[in-house]
């Protein structure tokens, strides 16, 4: 079997967003640097074959150039808020964190953890597979202690994590980064409730809000036949409710908008730069029901 053939449908874009976040560190001015991410892509040699090869296959992508240039500038922003994020929380005094749905995240690698953090992450197995195979030939070290639960966040999984050590008693910053897009609005707010259960108060949450490029742009995508393996796969999760619900739930949300990020960070916007990401604050343990 080859080296990318178990990363198909949700587990396949994690490739996508390993090529931005390699792209993303060859720059001089880069935002963070992902020194594993470009080991992942030479494992997968061909796991994009829909890629364009020829003029021709330039030409019928078309718009989706610039589709795909507002998808790498959400991903860079995205990786860069998310590493401040989770860097302030853990100095903040949350001591664990958890990745749901990480992907090919290596933040517990390359970020400069302070003492006694403690990483879970949790994918799919499939993705465990060909993540752990890649970082064995890198000999990475992670900065941080780091346990990994392969699992299917659309069912039950809150007690693997707690038979893993995970200390609810605990503050902890849960990450829930490229995810709830590809949930329904139940299957969101399921996941989130188990995560309200296992949350002491002083936790904190991220994810992102509204939509990642400007709904133009995704029409687009959505009418493009080389996109319908992606596209396929949206379910849009909580959708623009996603501060209401968390507010009855025992959470203080805040959006953080993504112009205003890209300008603080000095990274101009390839087009309309809308969203951005929610960050909370568990204020009460149990889940209100409104």
């Known amino acids: 079997m080859g080296p990318h053939g178990s990363l198909k449908g949700v587990a396949k874009t994690a490739l996508g967003v390993a090529m931005v976040r390699a792209g993303e560190s060859l720059r001089d001015d880069r935002l963070f640097n ?41 991903g860079v922003l ?16 949350c001591a664990q964190v958890v990745l749901l749905a990480a992907g090919l995240d290596t933040r517990a690698l390359r970020l ?22 890649v970082l064995a030939g ?28 995970f200390d609810h008693a605990a503050p902890t910053a ?16 399921r996941l989130l409730t188990a995560v309200g259960e296992l949350s002491a108060p002083g936790s904190q949450l991220a994810f992102e809000h509204g939509d990642i490029a400007g709904s133009v742009l995704l029409a687009q995508a959505r009418g493009m036949p080389t996109m319908d393996p992606y596209t396929s796969l949206w379910k849009g999760g909580l959708g623009q409710d996603a501060p209401g619900w968390l507010r009855r739930h025992g959470w203080q949300p805040q959006i953080n908008d993504l112009a205003e990020l890209a300008a603080c960070y000095g990274r101009p916007a390839p087009g309309p730069a809308s969203g951005g990401f929610l960050t909370a604050v568990r204020t009460r343990r149990w889940a209100v029901v409104a």
């Open 34 to 74: 992902d020194p594993y991410a470009q080991r992942f892509l030479d494992a997968a040699p061909r796991a994009f074959p829909e890629e364009p090869t020829s003029a021709e296959d330039l030409a019928e992508l078309g718009p989706l150039a610039s589709l795909g240039a507002v998808f790498a500038f959400h």
């Open 78 to 93: 995205r990786t860069r808020f998310f590493d401040d994020y989770l860097l302030t929380a853990t100095a903040a005094g």
């Open 112 to 133: 400069p953890w302070p003492g006694g953090v403690r990483m879970f992450e949790l994918d799919l197995p499939e993705v465990f597979a060909f993540k752990e195979a």
């Open 138 to 165: 890198c000999d990475a070290v992670p900065t941080c202690e780091r346990s990994v639960l392969p699992v299917d966040l659309r069912e039950s999984w809150s007690g693997e994590l707690v038979a893993a050590g």
């Open 174 to 189: 849960w990450l829930a980064e490229g995810l709830l897009l590809y949930l329904t609005a139940d299957e969101a707010a």
